[in-house]
């Protein structure tokens, strides 16, 4: 029996190493690693040049809390707004970003109200559950935080009738990747920018998971054209190493003074290390193209290998979801079994998440086992 809190189905496989996409359990079996530690290490596992950042760092210093100046912060703040007028607040993880996101929407604007979406994943500290529009993470906690609002995604509409002065924050996520891999639509994501800007609400934008260029863009709104008021990052920027990030605009600095807001580990020496080597290699416009290369290759194989046995395919670069005719914890057991790790959304759709250094061969490979594994159960069923 195990003496940790059973929070996790975890899967009966113990992952022990890990180079690029390749990593290995425990009994030195190999799978292709399409989950990337949930789109955590979008450089693969043990990326050289991350790898040697952080062990400069930790024969440096690795820790010396925020009552000191951290010039290392400051170099991957600037690189991470990129010229753009922002500032920056490091954190540990994607809740702990949402969760500064919300508070300083909430004393910026002074409004209580805040607007998110059905099917959304936020995080699940108090206030991230509940800005999760999601009853199966809400259940068996009692009361939740007041003042927060549940519209169905895409649905700018819905929106209109809702936002209004007293709205403090719009909060979404480009694609729901928790959600079912559910893209918001151009037309959505800019109606709902133009309706913060005319009730005076902020539009915090979510990119825990379509950041750090997993979209292909180096954040998933850009695709939009839009400019959020705030956005949270967290997940590909440490490439496996916790940090996190909430990105506002600089008029909103002056509302998180100090003491207002803290987090003792956030901008980790270590993390900051490692997260100033994955924007270097992330942010290069060559490798962002790579990666929307690689995201409508694997589409393509996809759709030539398995149209015929699924509903679709949808996502935007290397972060997919297929969504079957059948439930999707069965496929990716067998996937497992045969190689290839995989996650799901939901009941039935399939989550992709490779590492975006993943190769050609890697993707025809995958596709291959997907295809198998599809086609056996559609025989199956026939």
């Given at each position: 029996m195990?003496?940790?809190?059973?929070?996790?189905?975890k899967?009966p496989?113990?992952?022990?190493?890990g180079?690029?996409t390749?990593?290995?359990?425990?009994?030195?079996?190999?799978?292709l690693?399409?989950t990337?530690?949930?789109a955590v290490?979008?450089l693969?596992h043990?990326h050289?040049?991350?790898?040697?950042?952080?062990q400069?760092?930790?024969g440096?210093?690795?820790?010396t809390s925020?009552?000191?100046?951290?010039?290392?912060?400051e170099q991957v703040?600037?690189?991470?707004?990129a010229?753009?007028?922002?500032?920056?607040?490091f954190?540990?993880s994607?809740?702990?970003?949402?969760?500064?996101?919300?508070?300083?929407?909430?004393k910026?604007?002074?409004?209580?109200e805040i607007?998110t979406?059905?099917?959304s994943?936020?995080?699940?500290t108090?206030?991230?559950?509940?800005a999760?529009?999601?009853?199966k993470?809400?259940?068996?906690?009692g009361?939740?935080l007041?003042?927060f609002?549940?519209?169905p995604?895409?649905?700018?509409?819905?929106?209109k009738?809702?936002i209004?002065g007293k709205?403090?924050?719009?909060?979404?996520?480009?694609?729901?990747?928790?959600?079912?891999?559910?893209p918001?639509?151009?037309?959505?994501?800019?109606?709902?920018?133009?309706?913060?800007q005319?009730?005076g609400?902020?539009?915090?934008?979510?990119?825990?998971?379509?950041?750090?260029?997993?979209?292909g863009k180096?954040f998933?709104?850009?695709?939009?054209?839009?400019?959020?008021?705030?956005?949270?990052?967290a997940?590909?920027?440490?490439?496996?190493?916790?940090v996190g990030?909430m990105?506002?605009?600089?008029?909103?600095?002056?509302?998180?003074?100090?003491?207002?807001?803290?987090?003792?580990?956030?901008?980790?020496?270590?993390?900051?290390?490692?997260?100033?080597?994955v924007?270097?290699?992330?942010?290069?416009?060559?490798?962002?193209?790579?990666?929307?290369?690689?995201?409508?290759?694997?589409?393509?194989?996809?759709?030539?290998k398995?149209?015929a046995?699924?509903?679709e395919?949808r996502?935007d670069g290397?972060?997919l979801?297929i969504e079957?005719?059948?439930?999707?914890?069965s496929?990716v057991?067998a996937?497992?079994e045969i190689?290839?790790?995989?996650l799901?959304?939901?009941?039935?759709?399939?989550?992709i998440?490779?590492?975006?250094?993943?190769?050609k061969?890697e993707?025809?490979?995958?596709?291959n086992?997907?295809a198998?594994?599809?086609?056996k159960?559609e025989?199956?069923?026939?």
């Amino acid at each position: 029996m195990s003496d940790l809190f059973p929070t996790y189905a975890k899967f009966p496989i113990e992952i022990v190493e890990g180079k690029g996409t390749v990593v290995k359990d425990a009994n030195g079996k190999a799978y292709l690693d399409f989950t990337s530690g949930i789109a955590v290490c979008n450089l693969g596992h043990c990326h050289d040049e991350v790898l040697a950042s952080v062990q400069n760092q930790l024969g440096q210093i690795w820790h010396t809390s925020n009552l000191f100046e951290s010039s290392i912060q400051e170099q991957v703040a600037t690189k991470l707004i990129a010229g753009v007028d922002r500032a920056v607040f490091f954190c540990n993880s994607g809740a702990e970003a949402n969760e500064a996101a919300l508070k300083l929407a909430k004393k910026h604007t002074g409004c209580d109200e805040i607007i998110t979406f059905k099917q959304s994943f936020h995080g699940r500290t108090i206030a991230t559950m509940t800005a999760t529009g999601q009853g199966k993470i809400h259940d068996g906690f009692g009361a939740l935080l007041p003042g927060f609002t549940y519209l169905p995604y895409n649905d700018l509409a819905a929106l209109k009738n809702m936002i209004s002065g007293k709205t403090a924050a719009v909060m979404l996520e480009v694609i729901q990747g928790e959600g079912g891999v559910l893209p918001a639509t151009t037309e959505f994501l800019v109606g709902a920018s133009e309706l913060c800007q005319k009730n005076g609400a902020l539009l915090i934008i979510d990119e825990v998971q379509t950041g750090m260029g997993r979209t292909g863009k180096r954040f998933a709104f850009e695709h939009a054209g839009i400019e959020p008021d705030i956005f949270t990052l967290a997940k590909g920027l440490g490439n496996g190493l916790p940090v996190g990030a909430m990105v506002g605009k600089a008029e909103l600095a002056e509302t998180f003074g100090p003491g207002v807001h803290g987090s003792t580990f956030g901008g980790n020496k270590i993390a900051m290390a490692a997260a100033e080597t994955v924007i270097d290699i992330i942010f290069d416009d060559d490798f962002l193209a790579g990666v929307t290369e690689k995201g409508v290759y694997f589409k393509e194989l996809l759709t030539e290998k398995i149209a015929a046995n699924i509903v679709e395919i949808r996502g935007d670069g290397l972060m997919l979801g297929i969504e079957l005719e059948t439930e999707a914890g069965s496929v990716v057991k067998a996937l497992q079994e045969i190689g290839l790790l995989t996650l799901t959304a939901g009941p039935n759709v399939l989550r992709i998440l490779p590492p975006l250094t993943v190769t050609k061969i890697e993707l025809e490979q995958a596709a291959n086992l997907i295809a198998s594994v599809l086609i056996k159960q559609e025989v199956g069923m026939k």
